[in-house]
């Protein structure tokens, strides 16, 4: 009987370690993304909004973000990892200098607390003007910007998994520390 509560407060105590250590990712998560500018001077939507499912695959290829009404897009690809954003221009081009114009992602089902942090990865050839977060939307400004063609801005997304309530760890110990009494008080009837 003690080896097995010590095996299940093993257990317990593995469970909420792993929890805490083990990052979550954007992987699985539903994104969807659209360009938006201020021009002429609220934010307006100037493409269509297309959604993917964070994987392996490119999730946006060259042609997936098109232009609304009378805005121009700049051709790019967008793949998204587990904990990155990268944003590939293959040709030259001028963003539109306005107070933003750029690309907003929103994540959907994403594990809490979601997104954590944004910070530019050192191999990006390219830095957007400015960029913001929520957790579960970044947005990346790239107004102003005299983009180089082949040019990558590559974005790292740090995301945290969800730690245990104190409650709930406070249960669990509980829990925990009774079967040990109730271990300790049949192991004293027996004897």
Do not use: C, W
């Not at 792993?18 to 994104?31: P, Y």
């Not at 609304?68 to 587990?82: A, D, E, M, Q, W």
């Not at 942090?117 to 005299?146: K, Y």
């Not at 040019?151 to 520390?177: F, K, M, T």
Request: no cysteine; charged share 10%.
């Amino acid at each position: 009987m003690k080896q097995r509560i010590g095996y299940a407060a093993l257990a317990f105590v593995s469970l909420f370690a792993s929890e805490s250590l083990h990052a979550a990712d954007l992987n699985g998560s539903t994104v969807t993304v659209g360009v938006y500018t201020t021009n002429p001077g609220t934010l307006t939507l100037a493409s269509n909004t297309p959604s993917a499912t964070v994987g392996p695959t490119v999730e946006f290829p060259l042609g997936s973000l098109t232009a609304l009404l009378s805005f121009n897009v700049i051709p790019i690809t967008i793949n998204l990892t587990g904990n990155t954003i990268d944003l590939h221009y293959p040709n030259g081009a001028n963003a539109t200098a306005t107070s933003f114009n750029g690309y907003i992602f929103d994540f959907t089902n994403l594990a809490l607390p979601g997104i954590t942090g944004v910070s530019v990865d050192p191999l990006s050839s390219l830095s957007p003007v400015g960029f913001s977060f929520t957790a579960n939307q970044v947005r990346v400004n790239v107004a102003g910007l005299n983009i180089p063609a082949n040019s990558d801005i590559i974005l790292d997304i740090a995301s945290a998994s969800a730690v245990p309530e104190p409650a709930e760890a406070v249960l669990i110990l509980a829990g925990l520390g009774l079967m040990g009494f109730l271990a300790r008080r049949r192991k004293q009837k027996i004897a």
